[in-house]
């Protein structure tokens, strides 16, 4: 299959049954989803999560329009792992995608934006594209927090984990990917490698390298995967 380059998008010369389309942030993770995984199309989508899901909802409805709507889209790239689970060079599948400070603050503690009567904070990938993926490339599965203020502190870390228990990473275009896909009735998964803890902000010691590597190994064993998933199986959001 041959790439090719139209506005930002990396795409193939021939699609496979299912489509699938890659939002990532930048065009590192782009380039690293794109080269593993060629049966995608892959968009560089921006830096958090309005314009992730205002380019995903741009991409997914010219498809639509074009007549060639995707199956089945994935937020991918690097984050901050949670430690001890999720250490630098692992990669992680999220089995719940969530808003983790979509909300207010209040004297009584932070109350997610549902709490207040509105909207979702968290969408579920389908559960057993989820099994599958994890089996095929070993990565964790759990939650993956979106955030529009990446986690500088330990107060902080220790505040997320402890509303979030079950979470392993955290990025920040996650759940705006998921917004648009479930704007469209479209599946949705997240693949994230861990390129630095979750924590006091300490660039030394990201591995964006490493991070950019267990990506595209993941990418590499999605394909038979995806061969065999049910595109057909509901979303829950």
Same mark, same amino acid.
């Given at each position: 299959?041959?790439?090719?380059?139209?506005?930002?998008?990396?795409?193939?010369?021939?699609?496979?049954?299912?489509?699938?389309?890659?939002?990532?942030?930048?065009?590192?993770?782009?380039?690293?989803?794109?080269?593993?995984?060629?049966?995608?199309?892959?968009?560089?989508?921006?830096?958090?999560?309005?314009? *992730?899901? /205002?380019?995903?909802?741009? $991409?997914?409805?010219?498809? +639509? !329009?074009?007549?060639?709507?995707? &199956?089945?889209? @994935?937020?991918?790239?690097?984050?901050?792992?949670?430690?001890?689970?999720?250490?630098?060079?692992?990669?992680?599948?999220?089995?719940?995608?969530?808003?983790?400070?979509?909300?207010?603050?209040?004297?009584?503690?932070?109350?997610?934006?549902?709490?207040?009567?509105?909207?979702?904070?968290?969408?579920?990938?389908?559960?057993?594209?989820?099994?599958?993926?994890?089996?095929?490339?070993?990565?964790?599965?759990?939650?993956?927090?979106?955030?529009?203020?990446?986690?500088?502190?330990? *107060?902080? /870390?220790?505040?997320?984990? $402890?509303?979030?228990?079950? +979470? !392993?990473?955290?990025?920040?275009? &996650?759940?705006? @990917?998921?917004?648009?896909?479930?704007?469209?009735?479209?599946?949705?998964?997240?693949?994230?490698?861990?390129?630095?803890?979750?924590?006091?902000?300490?660039?030394?010691?990201?591995?964006?390298?490493?991070?950019?590597?267990?990506?595209?190994?993941?990418?590499?064993?999605?394909?038979?995967?995806?061969?065999?998933?049910?595109?057909?199986?509901?979303?829950?959001?």
């Amino acid at each position: 299959m041959v790439l090719q380059a139209e506005e930002g998008l990396l795409t193939t010369s021939s699609s496979p049954d299912l489509r699938v389309l890659v939002a990532t942030a930048v065009p590192a993770e782009r380039d690293a989803v794109a080269r593993a995984f060629p049966g995608a199309d892959v968009i560089a989508a921006g830096v958090g999560p309005a314009l *992730a899901a /205002a380019s995903t909802a741009t $991409a997914l409805t010219t498809a +639509a !329009l074009r007549g060639t709507p995707y &199956g089945l889209v @994935v937020s991918a790239g690097i984050a901050g792992g949670f430690l001890p689970e999720a250490p630098h060079g692992s990669l992680v599948v999220a089995d719940e995608i969530t808003a983790a400070d979509l909300g207010a603050e209040t004297p009584e503690g932070f109350l997610p934006v549902t709490e207040l009567g509105f909207g979702t904070v968290t969408h579920r990938p389908p559960e057993s594209l989820v099994r599958e993926v994890t089996a095929a490339t070993g990565a964790l599965a759990g939650t993956v927090l979106t955030v529009s203020t990446v986690t500088g502190t330990a *107060a902080r /870390a220790a505040e997320l984990r $402890a509303r979030h228990p079950r +979470a !392993l990473a955290e990025a920040m275009e &996650g759940f705006g @990917v998921a917004e648009a896909a479930a704007a469209h009735g479209t599946p949705v998964l997240e693949i994230r490698a861990v390129s630095n803890p979750v924590g006091p902000r300490d660039r030394a010691a990201w591995r964006i390298g490493d991070a950019l590597a267990a990506l595209a190994d993941g990418f590499g064993k999605l394909a038979p995967v995806l061969e065999s998933w049910n595109e057909h199986e509901p979303a829950d959001s």
